[in-house]
């Protein structure tokens, strides 16, 4: 079993950044490949980022490449959302998840939301024009 918990969400206004920040608990975090997804309001929660279990791959979504940065630290199980350039259409609540498809690095097995077995909380990020 693993426990995820985010932080770093928050309001701000366009053009600012925020580094959002998960934990995760057990001993399976270093071979897993972990995402960060979002729901903006009357949205269905859409795919922002993943990383691979080593940050040998790294994919973003389109909406948010170029502006948005992930990466982990594998001594401390963490994985961080560097969000630059805030527009008011990132507002969402952001989740982070963890896959069980361990050491896996292919673009479809990171990116689609049915491969992450587990799950935060979420933190809400609301970004003002």
């Known amino acids: 079993q693993v426990a995820l918990v985010e932080s770093g969400g928050g309001s701000v206004q366009a053009g600012d950044s925020l580094r959002l920040s998960c934990v995760a608990s057990?001993?399976?975090?270093?071979?897993?490949?972990m995402a960060w997804f979002r729901q903006g309001p009357g949205k269905e929660r859409e795919f922002v980022a993943a990383?691979?279990?080593?940050?040998?791959?790294?994919y973003y979504a389109d909406s948010v490449k170029g502006r948005f940065t992930i990466s982990r630290n594998n001594d401390i199980n963490t994985v961080y959302l560097q969000m630059d350039s805030l527009k008011p259409e990132d507002t969402a609540v952001y989740y982070c998840?963890?896959?069980?498809?361990?050491?896996?690095?292919?673009?479809?097995?990171?990116?689609?939301?049915?491969?992450?077995?587990?799950w935060g909380q979420g933190t809400r990020v609301t970004v003002s024009s």
């Open positions: 998840a963890a896959s069980v498809w361990y050491y896996h690095t292919d673009s479809h097995m990171l990116t689609a939301r049915d491969k992450y077995r587990y």
């Open positions: 990383i691979s279990w080593h940050a040998g791959a790294i």
């Open positions: 057990g001993d399976s975090f270093n071979s897993s490949p």
